[in-house]
């Protein structure tokens, strides 16, 4: 009787557990904001702006002292800082997200993190917090946060630091792991603090899954904050993959991807590097991300004081231009034709009905599509609004296979960097 009693007990325990579970957010519920979004910017902030030099990399690859790396430390003053000068550019570049290094490989980190590590509050001039403004300033725009973390610290004691030929210790897993529980107490720490969108993990090659314990660190975040969002630098625990710089000449096979790339050839602020690309070719990229399903991270690396160069702030306010006029065609949208069929990046709207031509400025007149086999009902001009003239060409009354759509752009209607034209299909 009393066991039957227990059995019944436990039953209706699970029961009760069962009903009351949080159901827990599949991947796609999670990524929605993310695949919409398309556009995001990066914000490579740090010590490193303060001489020009590359982040971190200057002393792991022995170009300068870690000593001497360190002294700029004394220079960093964020003394200019404008969270919401920040967020009024970002937003009028048309971005739908924006992250910051919270804290880069050099192991500086631009809040005060919990084991008294380094950090900008207490070892730089900066002495306050840069992370919560930048939070409250770009959330009020009603644009995504995401925090940029190193998970390798090179200037950490504890970290097993293998550069060049200075070991500072090699096989000593118990210093690793007081090592790692730093790591965590810094990772809970910015999600408690700050609770950002996404969290861009960075240099994850240092070591395997296992000896990060990636799996654990995914399982603590997502349980911590279940909206959260991680890219794939976790040693196969993200939700993203980050190809780096070289746009994919293909469709990635990864259902959801983004680009990161710098504007010239730096992550952070370098006063020497003038090679800025153009936001003419800026906005092709971004197209060609878009078409192939992925966003663009684009990178900007504000100066030591928080001011951002005109170069860089003029890129920005350019393809904002664009961006804003043509974001019908951007954001929620879906990945376009295949390769071949439109001379120009293409992409779908969610729910398939218009496709989106992107035309390169240099391009007018008759443009081909092939291989469309939906039939279009009319054609316009997107941010503009014009009718345009078309017709189907070639295709026969007893043949499955579609003839070629020619669509007609007056050059004189021609955007100055891209022109998008909606083709709405039946
Ligand atoms: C690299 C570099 C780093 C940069 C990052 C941005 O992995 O280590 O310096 O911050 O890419 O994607």
Redesign the pocket.
């Known amino acids: 009787m009393r066991k039957r009693l227990l059995g019944l007990i436990a039953l209706f325990y699970i029961i009760l557990n069962t009903t009351n579970a949080q159901p827990a957010r599949s991947d796609s519920a999670r990524m929605v904001w993310f695949d919409d979004a398309k556009f995001g910017i990066?914000i490579?902030w740090g010590i490193y702006s303060v001489k020009g030099v590359?982040?971190?990399?200057s002393f792991f690859n022995g170009y300068t002292s870690h000593d001497s790396y360190l002294e700029q430390l004394k220079g960093f003053t964020a003394s200019k800082y404008n969270p919401d000068s920040w967020a009024n550019l970002i937003a009028e570049s048309g971005a739908r997200y924006a992250v910051l290094?919270s804290k880069?490989?050099d192991g500086v980190a631009l809040w005060q993190v919990p084991d008294k590590g380094l950090n900008v509050v207490d070892n730089t001039p900066a002495g306050r917090n840069l992370i919560k403004p930048f939070v409250e300033a770009v959330r009020k725009k009603g644009i995504k946060v995401g925090l940029?973390y190193?998970l390798p610290d090179w200037s950490h004691p504890d970290y097993p630091l293998e550069a060049r030929d200075t070991y500072r210790y090699k096989n000593d897993s118990l210093r690793f792991k007081k090592f790692l529980s730093i790591q965590r107490g810094q990772l809970m720490d910015l999600l408690t603090q700050f609770n950002p969108d996404l969290l861009w993990f960075?240099?994850d090659w240092e070591h395997s899954a296992k000896e990060w314990d990636a799996s654990d660190i995914r399982k603590n975040l997502i349980e911590k904050s279940p909206n959260l969002i991680i890219n794939s630098?976790l040693q196969g625990y993200g939700d993203y993959a980050?190809p780096?710089q070289g746009l994919p000449v293909e469709k990635p096979k990864d259902r959801y991807w983004e680009l990161?790339l710098t504007m010239n050839n730096s992550?952070g602020y370098q006063p020497t590097d003038n090679k800025y690309k153009s936001a003419d070719q800026l906005i092709a990229i971004l197209a060609d991300c878009i078409s192939m399903g992925g966003n663009l991270l684009l990178?900007i690396g504000p100066k030591e004081d928080g001011t951002i160069v005109k170069e860089q702030a003029d890129i920005l306010k350019d393809m904002g231009r664009w961006v804003k006029k043509h974001q019908k065609a951007i954001f929620g949208s879906r990945a376009g034709l295949p390769a071949g069929r439109f001379d120009g990046p293409t992409t779908f709207s969610s729910d398939g009905k218009t496709l989106y031509l992107f035309v390169p400025n240099h391009a007018y007149g008759w443009l081909p599509i092939k291989g469309l086999n939906k039939k279009i009902t009319h054609v316009k001009l997107v941010g503009d609004g014009t009718n345009l003239d078309w017709y189907e060409s070639g295709r026969a009354w007893w043949s499955e296979t579609p003839g070629i759509y020619y669509i007609y752009l007056p050059e004189s209607l021609r955007d100055s960097s891209m022109s998008v034209i909606a083709v709405h299909l039946k």
């Not at 590359?54 to 990399?57: G, I, T």
């Open positions: 990066f490579h590359d982040e971190s990399w290094t880069h490989h940029y190193s960075d240099g630098r980050t780096e990161c992550w990178d």
